[in-house]
């Protein structure tokens, strides 16, 4: 079992940035890849970063490449999300999840955080 708790989300003006955090405990940390998802309200959970076990691999869909960024401390049992120029459709509840193998799409994961919500003004 795994266990995730995201932090760093709250309210950001468009264009700002936000550093979201994925704390996990219990089993091996690098023996998982982790993704982050968002679902935003009357919308399908979307993948916006995923990351392989030694943080060697990364994905983005176009929707965020080139203003998230995905990293994690093994040491520290961390993955975290760094957001910069978000827009208002970037806001949504942001999720952690945590995988046996890289992976690219929403499917396929095994633990699942409580999620942390981001919102954007305009």
């Known amino acids: 079992q795994v266990q995730l708790l995201e932090s760093g989300g709250g309210l950001v003006q468009a264009g700002g940035s936000l550093k979201l955090s994925c704390a996990a405990s219990g089993r091996t940390f690098s023996n998982y890849a982790m993704g982050w998802f968002r679902q935003a309200p009357g919308k399908e959970r979307e993948v916006v970063a995923s990351i392989s076990r030694s943080g060697s691999s990364t994905y983005y869909p176009d929707s965020v490449k080139g203003r998230f960024t995905i990293s994690r401390d093994n040491a520290k049992n961390t993955v975290f999300l760094q957001m910069i120029s978000l827009k208002p459709e970037d806001t949504a509840v942001y999720y952690c999840?945590?995988?046996?193998?890289?992976?690219?799409?929403?499917?396929?994961?095994?633990?699942w955080g409580q999620g942390t919500q981001v919102t954007v003004s305009s």
């Open positions: 999840a945590a995988a046996k193998s890289w992976l690219k799409t929403t499917a396929g994961y095994d633990y």
